[in-house]
């Protein structure tokens, strides 16, 4: 018989396109009510004591997939936390089971020409999948078509934050857990 994973956690994790806000949304919600923040490509880099960059450059992304499915696993055993996710973590279905083990996921979902903004803003060499030649707001776009369904699909809840701030969007997404577990 397969087995099904009941949803239980009391964790919120957050899912969405490389310069979504993840982090800064995750760190804004964990100082607001107090649940410990966890970033997943952090404990990826401190599992191989190398940066994501490296990770890609000497192994290349699948092992990056394995280890971040490893973190997933880990965090989606403790309670109270908010979780960031790294971009690519919908590509594998089995990341999205233990995070809803964890609690609500939550997707943070923003236009190209924005998450183009915010990337460009703070260049971040934990994005190795941007680093390649041609038009940013291209590869941006291509990604993300593929990549929608998946955040729509494996999400509880979606946040537009279209032109919401950080501390906007923390509130939006601290509303809804609130909803969820009274
Ligand atoms: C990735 C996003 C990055 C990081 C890695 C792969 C992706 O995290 O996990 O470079 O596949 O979208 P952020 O979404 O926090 O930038």
Redesign the pocket.
């Known amino acids: 018989m397969m087995k099904t994973v009941s949803k239980h956690g009391s964790s919120i994790a957050l899912i969405?396109?490389?310069?979504?806000g993840?982090?800064s949304v995750a760190k804004c919600i964990s100082r607001k009510i107090k649940l410990k923040y966890i970033?997943?490509?952090d404990e990826?880099s401190l599992a191989a004591q190398m940066s994501?960059l490296h990770i890609?450059e000497r192994y290349g992304e699948s092992f990056?997939r394995e280890l971040?499915t490893e973190a997933v696993r880990r965090v989606s055993l403790m309670n109270d936390c908010v979780i960031?996710?790294?971009?690519?973590?919908i590509?594998n279905e089995v990341n999205i089971q233990y995070l809803k083990m964890a609690g609500e996921v939550i997707y943070l979902n923003a236009s190209a020409e924005q998450l183009y903004n915010n990337v460009s803003r703070n260049q971040?060499v934990?994005?190795?999948?941007l680093n390649v030649p041609g038009d940013k707001l291209t590869r941006i776009k291509s990604?993300l078509a593929e990549?929608e369904p998946l955040y729509m699909q494996y999400s509880d809840y979606q946040a537009d934050v279209t032109g919401l701030s950080i501390e906007e969007t923390a509130d939006l997404v601290i509303a809804h857990y609130n909803q969820m577990r009274s």
């Open positions: 969405g396109f490389m310069g979504c993840k982090t970033d997943t490509d990826v994501i890609f990056f971040e960031a996710t790294g971009g690519g973590i590509k971040d934990n994005r190795p999948l990604l990549r």
